[in-house]
């Protein structure tokens, strides 16, 4: 496929328009967008008007992720869905997520309104960091059919609960399964950055995915009894805070004990939260990964009975609630092939490598074959405003996408993937 877009120019917009994304915040002097926030609606018009232009018809599901269909040759026609998520973490970079659908829409562009046998569908996934519900993933489980009622009455910190929160931005959450996967969808694809210094390390620009790790996601309340600071003794206590204290650093033994294992306590939240007042509760996140699903599950349960542990002893209470519990998953070995191939076409050597952060494939590899192309993160930084990518890697990636475009248009295997659709 000829494209005569120049691809570095191609990349320099994709930078620019991640930057710029970047300036539409819910939190000023930093990029913070989270759930179908009043910045998300801004992104989403930001976006939207992109994908138009680049020939793609718009549209918002009700779990509030921003589609954009970019039609095939022909009306009748499976598709080829690409895409991450727009929603970001607190004090985030300008690529994690956003740079997997700005990079989808320059693929978009460059095919310069030329018709493929079937029709590409860029999403821009409403929720994968699970920021404000302690939750991941609310765009891609509602397209996996897995975004049960459990986790629509989940609430954030102002106790707004997810359905509200879609009730709040004009959608029907009655109609979520209309977000579903279509049974025509014969591929999902995406880009993201590593968030890891292992391509760096090797010199590589792209990585293609083999494997994510899964994850445990949940929260603890540690209830003790809130008094007076001064004047309850130290052996008279029911102290939240301490109580948590000591857990949270069994967490970093316990996952210091297992190679591979990683666990972080992220978020804590302290009620009445005043100097001179013992803790009366403190709410804790918790977050678990490995590649072995036995080790991580082991882990999250031997951790939820240390709390118990720690509580009797202590004269408290815990309560304990799984937000996620998502197994790891695989890549399709053919498409993660043919990203091989289309890169060597781009000039580009590739390193094949399991990814430890969540992405919205993970929810999706379990209805499609799915693959994903990371590139080289400068530092390996990411989760932090310095998160950054080069102008060259991403030529590489927009080059490696047409180059597979061109070959999943012409493949006699992706063919009868298209014949079964
Ligand atoms: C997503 O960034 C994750 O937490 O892995
Ligand atoms: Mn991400
Ligand atoms: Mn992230």
């Given at each position: 496929m000829e494209h005569s877009v120049a691809i570095a120019d191609q990349a320099e917009k994709v930078i620019a328009r991640c930057k710029r994304l970047a300036s539409i915040t819910e939190v000023p002097g930093s990029t913070c967008r989270t759930f179908l926030s009043m910045a998300m609606r801004d992104c989403y018009q930001e976006v939207g008007e992109w994908m138009e232009a680049a020939g793609a018809e718009v549209s918002i599901d009700a779990a509030g992720n921003l589609r954009g269909f970019y039609p095939a040759a022909q009306t009748v026609a499976p598709r080829l869905v690409l895409g991450s998520h727009l929603d970001t973490v607190p004090d985030a970079g300008a690529y994690d997520g956003i740079l997997g659908v700005v990079l989808a829409v320059s693929l978009l562009e460059t095919l310069e309104d030329r018709k493929l046998p079937f029709a590409i569908e860029v999403i821009g996934f409403s929720?994968?960091?699970?920021?404000?519900?302690?939750?991941?993933?609310i765009g891609s489980r509602a397209l996996a059919g897995k975004l049960d009622d459990e986790s629509l009455n989940c609430k954030d910190t102002n106790g707004v609960t997810v359905r509200s929160a879609i009730e709040n931005f004009g959608l029907q959450p009655a109609e979520i399964s209309k977000a579903g996967m279509r049974t025509d969808s014969l591929a999902y694809l995406e880009f993201h950055i590593e968030q890891g210094p292992v391509l760096e390390s090797l010199g590589i620009p792209l990585g293609v995915v083999e494997g994510i790790a899964g994850q445990t996601r949940g929260e603890f309340i540690f209830v003790g009894r809130a008094n007076h600071a001064g004047t309850t003794p130290m052996n008279l206590r029911h102290d939240a805070m301490s109580a948590a204290a000591e857990w949270i650093i069994e967490v970093e033994r316990v996952a210091k004990r297992e190679k591979g294992l990683v666990a972080t306590v992220g978020r804590i939240a302290v009620t009445?939260?005043?100097?001179?007042v013992i803790a009366g509760q403190v709410r804790v996140s918790l977050d678990v990964r490995h590649k072995s699903d036995h080790v991580r599950t082991c882990a999250a349960d031997f951790l939820a009975i240390q709390a118990q542990e720690i509580v009797h002893r202590r004269g408290l209470k815990v309560e304990h609630k799984v937000l996620l519990n998502q197994p790891a998953v695989s890549m399709d070995p053919f498409l993660m092939e043919q990203i091989e191939q289309a890169a060597a076409k781009a000039g580009c050597r590739t390193h094949r490598m399991v990814s430890g952060a969540g992405h919205d494939a993970m929810i999706l590899a379990e209805k499609v074959p799915t693959a994903m192309i990371f590139l080289r993160t400068p530092g390996g930084?990411?989760?932090?405003?310095s998160e950054s990518v080069s102008v060259e890697d991403v030529a590489k990636a927009i080059e490696c996408g047409m180059c597979l475009l061109t070959q999943l248009a012409t493949s006699v295997e992706f063919q009868k993937r298209m014949y079964r659709a």
């Open positions: 929720e994968e960091e699970g920021v404000r519900f302690g939750m991941p993933f009445p939260n005043a100097a001179n930084i990411s989760h932090h405003p």
